[in-house]
């Protein structure tokens, strides 16, 4: 090989593939970023998924709801045209009605997204909570080993641990964090400040208490009250009531939250997608699109509708749909995109 370097040979940089079939125009953004996902993938639905974007089936459904946008743009772009006397009012209610079924649409692939996304990427899942409450040894009930250190002695856990495990087929990335408290150990406050930050970048936090402290009902967030083996005889439902009650030690109530977590990572029944957006980069430009047909609606909805600005609203809208495409791409987006794959892809 360094034979071969040495006669001017380079070696591909990552994604250099994919990215050349994209510039091309073999392969649209859609598609060339579902090589990356299928590659990754580990479960068996985020397969299924990222290859209905590889074959083309996702742009499809995109490029029809362009189609509609760009239908109900043109209807505007007549309004506009026409003299006041000539302004229809079934027109007005039929376009209102286009731009609501439109706007749907677009909402139902931001919902689909949200079932799936972590079917995709996988969660990160991070147990928190005061020392000794019991996190590490919820870390080796929900693994099922004896993976983290737990001992009666605060400040056992020195860093965050990390291991991978599926939930109802989705993947997890579960994190033991060290118990927060205020420390002169250089090194306790050292996990103590890992620990924070992996708690500020997760997808969803259990915290762990051993006693029913005052909890903020807060999404993204299962509070447990653990050691029920202890303390149940005195606790009554109203006591519990936020929180899931369970033994990390006996193993009593994991089920429940697996359930949990299972629920709150894809909103509970499993999703009848079958097509779905495969990336929050696409999901972003999503939501701004559904933004700019909420927008558009609102102009309809006077008795005199402003067409102008439906029309600009439609335009943004469109432009979004072109971005998840890569019709229109800044430069920055795709060394981004491609960067992240691994070379010879
Ligand atoms: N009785 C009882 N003890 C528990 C339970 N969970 C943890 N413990 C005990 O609480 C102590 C602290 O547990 P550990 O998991 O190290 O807590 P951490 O500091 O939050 O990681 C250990 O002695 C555990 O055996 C539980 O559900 N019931
Ligand atoms: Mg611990």
Redesign the pocket.
Known sequence: MSTFLNFGLRLADPGEFTKRAFLNGKLDLVQAESVAQLISSRSVRAAELTNRAFSGDLSNRLDSLRNDIMLLLSACEYGLDISEEDFNADFNISSLLTINNISTKCKLFLEGFNENRYYISGARVVIS?K???????LFNALIGAERAI???R?G??RDYIETELTINSVPVQLFDTA?LRESCDVVELEGVRRALSVKNNCDLLLE?HDTVDYIDPTDHIIHIL??S??HNINLTPKDIGGFLYL????GDGIGALKSAIYSALTGGAPSQVDISLITKRQADSMARCHQHLLNGASFFKENNPEYELVSFELREAIKQIDVILGATYPDDILSKIFDEFCVGK
Not at 247 to 250: D, H
Request: charged fraction near 20%; avoid cysteine; aromatic fraction near 0%.
């Open positions: 909570g020392p000794n409450v019991g996190k590490s040894t737990t001992s009666e605060p056992t856990t118990g762990v653990n050691k083996d202890l033994s990390a030690k006996t």
